[in-house]
């Protein structure tokens, strides 16, 4: 099962002197960055995107990278053939201008061949570099392969001003709505290990008429639980989501989409108002296609 979410930069509201940021990303097409908006797939939402290519630098072996800017808060690079030749066991390097080599955690994205940028729950050091990228006239960046060999890109970032903007907004602290979004992690991750399990015993998962209560009682809909083994899921309740709200859970059987609205309970948005979601299909069953 595949716990998808939508972030792959752990985006979070970010706080100083008291106030919260957001990115809104502008429709803005000159000085290299393109603008480009998409829909969703699975939660319908509205992703505006801002990419730049790397200028001529060091190493511009891999496919000119590209680097992204999302409106739900993803900023990473896709380094194209090298990611996909190469693990990545050395901290990746950046720096802005002739500034300080700063080092960071790399994580991949397999279904996109992505590297992020950075990586991290130190939200101050998060605000620190979008603000740079706005502020500074070149961002270097910097992977070594299995051998040593460094590929570097080097980024214009002229023009970043208007690519994107940084959005003041009120709300819970960034401690708070970090606990939040935590919580719903780790709930559908339960969730879906619960599912499997109901899965195992019955060949199909619960269909969206019997919700997700089949996890705790047999169900009183249908007729495919005839080995119904349950209680599936170690709480006496299903839980809601980091702020409150029950969960959407969808199903023919074969295939299930849970889902949290974030902290607005409402559909789309971005930061900590961005929708949650796992999906996933059977396993054991037969007959469902990839």
Excluded at 126 to 132: A, E, G, N, R, T
Aim: proline share 4%; charged share 25%.
């Amino acid at each position: 099962m595949k716990f998808s979410l939508i972030l792959a930069l752990i985006f979070l509201p970010i706080q100083i002197y008291g106030q919260i940021y957001t990115i809104q990303v502008n429709d803005y097409q000159s000085n290299g960055w393109e603008h480009v908006d998409r829909m969703d797939p699975f939660t319908d939402e509205k992703i505006s995107t801002v990419s730049k290519a790397a200028k001529d630098g060091p190493d511009t072996s891999v496919s000119r990278p590209v680097l992204f800017i999302r409106s739900n808060g993803d900023i990473y690079v896709d380094w194209k053939r090298f990611i996909s030749k190469n693990r990545f066991d050395q901290p990746l390097r950046y720096r802005f201008d002739k500034g300080e080599i700063e080092n960071t955690k790399v994580a991949t994205s397999t279904k996109a061949n992505l590297t992020f940028l950075v990586i991290g729950e130190n939200l101050k050091s998060y605000l620190s570099f979008i603000k740079q990228i706005r502020d500074s006239m070149t961002l270097a960046v910097g992977i070594e392969d299995s051998e040593g060999v460094e590929y570097v890109a080097v980024f214009d970032l002229t023009g970043s001003s208007k690519a994107f903007s940084l959005i003041e907004e009120e709300g819970e602290s960034p401690e708070v709505q970090f606990e939040s979004i935590q919580i719903t992690k780790t709930q559908l991750r339960d969730l879906e290990t619960a599912l499997s399990l109901y899965e195992a015993h019955n060949s199909r998962f619960p269909t969206t008429e019997q919700t997700l209560s089949a996890l705790l009682q047999r169900p009183i809909v249908g007729s495919d639980f005839e080995n119904w083994k349950g209680p599936y899921f170690r709480s006496q309740q299903i839980p809601v989501d980091g702020w409150g709200n029950p969960y959407n859970y969808t199903s023919d059987g074969t295939r299930y989409v849970i889902l949290s609205l974030g902290a607005d309970g409402k559909s789309g948005g971005v930061g900590v108002n961005a929708d949650v979601s796992a999906i996933g299909k059977l396993y054991w069953g037969k007959n469902v296609d990839n």
